[in-house]
């Protein structure tokens, strides 16, 4: 966080004049977020809002909020004593003046849409921790707050901005960024888990999860590469980056490998060509564990542009594959919620983002874990039904096939095999339905003719 940023929120703290902030869901995200933003003087969580009251209350005692701010009946008299005001009215939060960064971590993407549509309407930055509403439709919410003056912004400190920050430091630096992703825990067989096997996969007790307060159906989301999908398709759509073809490969290998693994094939790593996502695995495929391992990390490699700069490499120890050329850099961890105040002081105070889509280059379809029958109903992300899987969006948009946005709460009308993508065609969706239809102008707008 740059000096700057402090500086500028110490005088509000003085002036008695705080950054407020409105929280949106008060889950894993959120409570991680709040834990620490009440370290942090001049800033003042006004207003906290979720579909449960009992969830936000239980969010602020996990997090350790102070008892004398942990809520106010009112948004006035939050306002007046610094606490957080609660409601079940994410409108509401949206509407009020005071409010001027809206953190959106529902993880709805049709919620999620709706709120950020609101926040830009009512003149509130967005910073948009629900990357399922970025994916769907990221780009034409950029598009709107840009006319409406705001900022739409990627969380710091979920993996995607932290991404964005390392490629932006590398073009700035005049290196041609051949990579760009993360570590995760995969295994193929991860791709059909559900709800139900999720915590044996991940090996944790069912009771520390829930102790927790662990989503498994969220957690899922994670483990069945659907999360890793989504996450990559934020990444590409803000960079510029382009998927493969066939999407993610999940190698395994350990970061002193990175270099060797994420480069293109014709020199001998796993891509099918440079300027590209991709996800390293912390598990073999024979399911011995990675040693020295990014799953918990993100990492790009870049590729020297000369022969001086390939000796400047290996004179200044950077981590490099087997021929010196390519370079690995990498942050092992990433502290989630926990770090996301760089982006709320960034778009309030500096009306910066970090990161955010500058196009429509990925997409996330839904695939089917099972034999679906006519009639089921899709349940979404981390669920029984689905999982999502990275493509050019050109290809998808081209194929019909149905955004992971889009599969949740949805009955099929057509059979779908396992492993088949499914199809907008397949399934009965409302075409007039405020989201899916910014949805289809936003692949008329980059699609079209492709």
């Excluded at 610094?82 to 049709?110: F, S």
């Excluded at 073009?171 to 760009?180: K, L, N, P, Q, T």
């Amino acid at each position: 966080m740059s000096l700057s940023l402090l500086n500028r929120l110490g005088a509000r703290a003085e002036a008695r004049n705080p950054l407020r902030v409105g929280l949106i869901g008060a889950g894993k995200f959120g409570t991680m977020y709040l834990s620490q933003a009440h370290r942090v003087p001049g800033l003042h969580v006004a207003g906290i809002a979720d579909i449960s009251l009992d969830r936000i209350r239980e969010a602020l005692s996990r997090a350790e909020w102070p008892r004398e701010l942990t809520e106010a009946p009112t948004l006035e008299q939050a306002l007046k004593t610094g606490a957080a005001w609660h409601t079940e009215d994410g409108d509401a939060l949206i509407r009020a003046n005071d409010i001027e960064v809206i953190v959106e971590a529902t993880g709805n993407p049709i919620a999620g849409t709706q709120h950020a549509l609101g926040a830009i309407e009512n003149g509130k930055h967005v910073i948009m921790v629900n990357v399922e509403a970025d994916v769907l439709v990221g780009p034409a919410l950029v598009q709107k707050a840009q006319e409406g003056g705001v900022v739409y912004s990627l969380a710091y400190g979920d993996q995607p901005a932290l991404i964005c920050e390392l490629v932006e430091w590398a073009r700035m630096s005049g290196f041609e960024v051949v990579c760009a992703g993360k570590g995760n825990k995969f295994m193929p067989e991860y791709n059909v888990s559900t709800p139900d096997t999720v915590w044996e996969y991940y090996g944790y007790p069912p009771e520390k999860a829930v102790q927790g307060g662990m989503n498994p159906k969220l957690f899922n989301s994670f483990l069945d590469g659907t999360k890793a999908a989504i996450e990559m398709a934020a990444v590409a759509n803000a960079t510029g980056l382009k998927p493969q073809s066939n999407g993610l490969v999940f190698p395994p290998g350990g970061i002193h490998e990175i270099a060797d693994i994420c480069r293109p094939k014709h020199d001998g790593g796993v891509l099918s060509h440079a300027g590209t996502v991709e996800i390293v695995s912390s598990m073999h495929r024979d399911g011995r564990p990675v040693e020295n391992d990014l799953r918990w990390g993100v990492f790009i490699t870049i590729k020297a542009p000369s022969d001086y700069v390939r000796r400047c490499f290996s004179e200044y120890g950077v981590e490099t594959d087997s021929s010196g050329w390519y370079a690995s850099v990498y942050r092992t961890i990433h502290f989630v919620g926990l770090e996301l105040n760089k982006s709320v002081l960034k778009a309030g105070l500096h009306h910066e983002a970090t990161g955010y889509p500058v196009g429509f280059e990925a997409d996330v379809i839904s695939v089917a874990k099972r034999d679906l029958s006519v009639g089921e109903t899709l349940d979404g992300e981390g669920g029984y039904c689905v999982y999502g899987a990275l493509r050019p969006s050109a290809d998808a948009v081209r194929a019909d096939h149905l955004p992971i946005g889009l599969a949740q709460g949805v009955m099929l009308k057509c059979a779908v095999g396992a492993n088949q993508p499914v199809r907008w065609s397949d399934v009965e969706i409302d075409e007039r339905h405020p989201v899916v239809r910014l949805r289809r102008e936003m692949e008329t707008r980059y699609c079209q003719g492709s």
